[in-house]
């Protein structure tokens, strides 16, 4: 018996499509590309930013949001540089916490879509802004 399409075998579970049905299958299959696309496109958009500073080697810096509860606590490394990435956008209290136990005061910083929120040395002017595309 030959393999094709009136054999019998698997192919039959999957018949060709009627002549007439092909532009509306044609249509259908680009509806579903266009619409992957547009999806992949929505997950493009950033609803998160950082947040960057300096401290002390030894320091650990802890993110709490204020609306959110939403909590990131990194120790700092010899360099004394930090960038905490991908926090949700909104309000946040950054506290420093010094390897001696000593506490700065909080430091309240907006993250953006995108952008990077600077956290400033204690006795420095905060900045409470994010900064886009930084």
Same mark, same amino acid.
């Given at each position: 018996?030959?393999?094709?399409?009136?054999?019998?075998?698997?192919?039959?579970?999957?018949?060709?499509?009627?002549?007439?049905?092909?532009?509306?299958?044609?249509?259908?299959?680009?509806?579903?590309?266009?619409?992957?696309?547009?999806?992949?496109?929505?997950?493009?958009?950033?609803?998160?930013?950082?947040?960057?500073?300096?401290?002390?080697?030894?320091?650990?810096?802890?993110?709490?949001? #204020?609306? @959110? /509860?939403?909590?990131?606590? =990194? *120790?700092?490394? !010899? &360099? $004394?540089?930090?960038?905490?990435?991908? #926090?949700? @956008? /909104?309000?946040?209290?950054? =506290? *420093?916490?010094? !390897? &001696? $136990?000593?506490?700065?005061?909080?430091?309240?910083?907006?993250?953006?879509?995108?952008?990077?929120?600077?956290?400033?040395?204690?006795?420095?002017?905060?900045?409470?802004?994010?900064?886009?595309?930084?």
């Amino acid at each position: 018996m030959s393999a094709g399409w009136g054999s019998g075998n698997v192919a039959n579970l999957f018949p060709r499509p009627h002549p007439d049905m092909q532009p509306t299958f044609k249509f259908a299959l680009a509806t579903a590309v266009l619409a992957t696309a547009v999806t992949g496109a929505v997950d493009a958009q950033s609803s998160s930013g950082n947040i960057a500073g300096e401290a002390v080697a030894g320091d650990t810096i802890t993110v709490t949001g #204020v609306d @959110t /509860g939403f909590r990131r606590e =990194v *120790r700092i490394e !010899k &360099d $004394g540089k930090f960038q905490i990435r991908r #926090v949700p @956008t /909104g309000e946040y209290q950054v =506290v *420093r916490v010094h !390897k &001696d $136990g000593a506490i700065d005061p909080a430091q309240g910083v907006v993250v953006r879509p995108g952008g990077t929120a600077r956290v400033m040395e204690a006795g420095k002017a905060a900045a409470g802004d994010a900064t886009p595309g930084t």
